[in-house]
């Protein structure tokens, strides 16, 4: 249930960052701002293959406690690429 809860903030996170962004630089595009929701979804792709390949090391993972390890992270940023994805898809 927490990784569902971070993933719809980041999800929202991104779509409001993104929206307002687009506004405030060329008014209200849609097709931009699907363009710009799609390089956010790229970027989060991109963290989630960095979090599940560079921290995969022994030294990385038993550094200390946490309460989210390297493979909810990743969960995580994958669930936003794809709910960033079917966004960017439906706005069109």
Do not use: H, P
């Amino acid at each position: 249930m927490q990784l569902l809860r971070w993933a719809l903030l980041w999800i929202v996170g991104a779509v409001l960052v993104t929206g307002i962004m687009q506004y405030l630089i060329d008014g209200w595009n849609l097709t931009l701002w699907q363009t710009e929701i799609r390089m956010v979804a790229s970027a989060f792709f991109f963290i989630a293959l960095i979090v599940g390949g560079v921290l995969t090391t022994e030294k990385a993972y038993y550094s200390k406690k946490r309460s989210f390890y390297r493979e909810d992270w990743s969960l995580i940023c994958i669930i936003v690429t794809i709910a960033l994805f079917g966004i960017s898809y439906f706005l069109s």
